[in-house]
Antibody
Framework: QVHLQESGPGLVRPSETLSLSCTVS?????????WAWIRQPPGKGLEWVGT???????FYNPSLNTRATISVDTARNQFSLRLTSVTVADSGVYFC???????????WGRGTMVSVSS | ENVLTQSPGTLSLSPGERATLSCRAS???????LAWYQQKPGQAPRLLIY???TRATGIPDRFSGSGSGTDYTLTISRLEPEDFAVYYC????????FGQGTKLEIK
């Protein structure tokens, strides 16, 4: 059964860089699927952060103003998110997810809470 | 950006009733690439419907999606207790955007 698990620090200081990883189990990250990060501020809705495919992308939400970088580590079967110059507005639960080509996000991790605070 | 607006914001119904949730896009959704998700507190969203009307694997047939262009609907034919949650629509025709959600609560 395909399983995604997010990992990373739960607390990041303002202006620093948020770094998260998503480990994919029981499925090869080089398969022809897309891998995405989606976040959810406390008590609010979902926001797409970015998407990558082993052979294409990445693609980012323009609202992040080039602060986001998503990469794939095929050796570890992981993909990662780096978000620079974070502010309090970047706090929330960060989910990683698998996207079937043009069929929505079908598998999600449980999410990891990130707080931006001094 | 294709902005999705969901209505109503909150829907209060009883088990056994029919629920109709709306999602309106600011621009036509390319190829009807629209999905619906269910999210319960403390959990990740679950894919219910993709391509506007195709049920995802394992989703009960009481959930159905319809629509085209800018107007889409999620219908739950007979509400079960476990259906009370927040529902999001999402378009993936042009980049990706989510609606703000509809909370389905027990009346």
């Amino acid at each position: 059964q395909v399983h995604l698990q997010e990992s990373g620090p739960g607390l990041v200081r303002p202006s620093e860089t948020l770094s998260l990883s998503c480990t994919v189990s029981s499925f090869s990250i080089t398969s022809d699927y897309y891998w995405a990060w989606i976040r959810q501020p406390p008590g609010k809705g979902l926001e797409w952060v970015g998407t990558i495919n082993h052979s294409g992308g990445p693609f980012y939400n323009p609202s992040l103003n080039t602060r986001a970088t998503i990469s794939v580590d095929t050796a570890r079967n992981q993909f990662s998110l780096r978000l620079t110059s974070v502010t309090v507005a970047d706090s929330g639960v960060y989910f990683c997810a698998r996207e079937v080509d043009d069929d929505g996000f079908d598998i999600w991790g449980r999410g990891t809470m990130v707080s931006v605070s001094s | 950006e294709n902005v999705l607006t969901q209505s109503p914001g909150t829907l209060s119904l009883s088990p056994g009733e029919r629920a109709t949730l709306s999602c309106r896009a600011s621009q036509s959704v390319s190829s009807s690439y629209l999905a619906w998700y269910q999210q319960k507190p403390g959990q990740a969203p679950r894919l219910l419907i993709y391509d506007a009307s195709t049920r995802a694997t394992g989703i009960p047939d009481r959930f159905s999606g319809s629509g085209s262009g800018t107007d889409y609907t999620l219908t739950i034919s007979r509400l079960e207790p476990e259906d009370f949650a927040v529902y999001y629509c999402q378009q993936y025709g042009t980049s990706y955007t989510f609606g703000q959600g509809t909370k389905l609560e027990i009346k």
